[in-house]
């Protein structure tokens, strides 16, 4: 009776350990789970600017609470990599994971989202158009088509703008129509086609949106 040769015996085995392998290969990897606690801890840095939940805050700082973590992991590593440009989140974000992002992220979207109002009265007409119809003439495509007609946005690439200051919403939209802000291609155009005044009334207008 001939025996096995070696090299004919470890073919073997590695051929009865092919479904094995293969079956790891394809086991999917189990689902990130933010830890809120950790995030807490993580955002200690952020309170001066941010309070201690991301809540209202200096109208020059974003009101985070209830905004999207897709959409604050998405900021967050844009001011790491440089594609957002502001040197204060740049050195805050630099010692931080994507994974240490999304703990920090997940803390400040497990807040109730804030409730804010209108201020000018005068403008809230023209900011109210601009919102649910935009401005035709221009090519300035109605607000609610991307943030929702209460402006709730929708996860990673569009933010939750109800209830957040308008001066910041402003500061952003007009640092978009400047060319300062470089990190949204659609931002970008469609502020460059309005007038501070517009983006000042839309600003407005909402904050005050529920």
Request: net charge positive; with cysteine.
């Amino acid at each position: 009776m001939k025996l096995p040769t070696l090299s004919a015996t470890l073919a073997a085995l590695a051929l009865s350990s092919l479904p094995v392998a293969s079956a790891l290969a394809a086991a999917p990897a189990p689902a990130f789970k933010p830890d809120l606690a950790k995030g807490q801890q993580l955002a200690a840095t952020c309170l001066a600017c941010h309070t201690a939940d991301g809540s209202r805050g200096a109208p020059a700082n974003p009101i985070l609470q209830g905004q999207h973590p897709e959409y604050l992991v998405k900021q967050l590593i844009e001011f790491k990599s440089g594609k957002r440009k502001n040197a204060i989140m740049a050195g805050m974000v630099a010692a931080l994971s994507e994974e240490d992002m999304k703990h920090i992220s997940a803390f400040y979207a497990s807040k109730p989202a804030p409730k804010g109002f209108a201020g000018n009265k005068d403008t809230v007409a023209l900011g109210e158009s601009i919102w649910r119809g935009g401005i035709a003439a221009k090519g300035v495509p109605a607000c609610a088509a991307c943030h929702g007609p209460a402006g709730s946005g929708m996860p990673a690439q569009y933010p939750r703008i109800a209830g957040q200051h308008a001066a910041y919403t402003e500061a952003q939209m007009n640092a978009f129509r400047l060319g300062e802000r470089g990190n949204n291609a659609q931002m970008i155009t469609i502020a460059g086609k309005m007038t501070e005044r517009e983006i000042k009334a839309v600003s407005d207008f909402a904050a005050g949106l529920r």
